[in-house]
């Protein structure tokens, strides 16, 4: 149960878009569709903004988008707005005792 | 309107017990897993543990495994985590976290505002 690795920081300007990395191994990433992602700002409980790899729950903008390949799951924001700026986390099923694993987190900065 | 409000955390000493309690509110609280989740603050999220609907399926992070048990009351719309043999390392703001379709186990739509738990003599 390894973290998966993000980077830890990410930046970009208003209107550009960003991509976010999560890599983990063919136990977690690379064997299931079920990466999630969430953003969290400072002392707030995180928010789902994809599922499933690539799923976008009710609300959550379709600036929002998700990626997997092999054992590289991405979050892409588009046309970036200074309220993204937040802390944002991978997860994936792990498979083995039901188990999840989390990235490291990446810090957005809207410039 | 979906609430989770765990319950529980405070100072304890190393190799002491502590039980956190997550009550559930607004949603069909027996057709959901639940998961707790850590966050040392400032710090990452760290998975802990989950339970199925019917507690029929339960995981441990390897680092709580053997020390923490969860367990939930469906009849109370209750979840717990009874933590034994506490660690400094075990300090965190622990969230519960309901998963968002039920029968699934995957992702969380709802969170609670977590509970401070501090492990230190």
């Known amino acids: 149960q390894s973290a998966l690795t993000q980077p830890a920081s990410v930046s970009g300007s208003p209107g550009q878009s960003i991509t976010i990395s999560c890599t983990g191994t063919r136990s977690d990433v690379g064997s299931y569709n079920l990466v999630s992602w969430y953003q969290q700002h400072p002392g707030k409980a995180p928010k789902l903004m994809i599922y499933e790899v690539t799923k976008r729950p009710s609300g959550v903008s379709n600036r929002f988008s998700g990626s997997k390949s092999g054992i590289t799951a991405s979050l892409t924001i588009s046309g970036l707005q200074a309220e993204d700026e937040a802390d944002y986390y991978c997860?994936?099923?792990?498979?083995?005792?039901?188990?999840?694993?989390f990235g490291g987190g990446t810090k957005l900065t809207v410039l | 309107e979906v609430q989770l409000v765990e319950s529980g955390g405070g100072l304890v000493q190393p190799g002491r017990s502590l039980r956190l309690s997550c009550a559930a509110s607004?949603?069909?609280?027996?057709?959901?897993?639940i998961h707790w989740v850590r966050q040392v603050p400032g710090k990452g999220l760290e998975w802990v543990s989950g339970i199925s609907w019917n507690s029929g399926v339960i995981g441990y992070a390897d680092s709580v495994k053997g020390r923490f048990t969860i367990s939930r009351d469906n009849a109370k719309n209750s979840l717990y985590l009874q933590m034994n043999s506490l660690r400094p390392e075990d300090t965190a703001l622990y969230y519960c976290?309901?998963?968002?379709?039920?029968?699934?186990?995957?992702?969380?739509?709802?969170w609670g505002q977590g509970t401070l738990v501090t492990v230190s003599s």
């Open positions: 607004g949603f069909r609280f027996d057709n959901y897993a």
């Open positions: 997860c994936s099923y792990a498979g083995s005792g039901s188990s999840l694993v």
């Open positions: 976290a309901k998963v968002s379709r039920a029968g699934e186990w995957y992702d969380f739509d709802y």
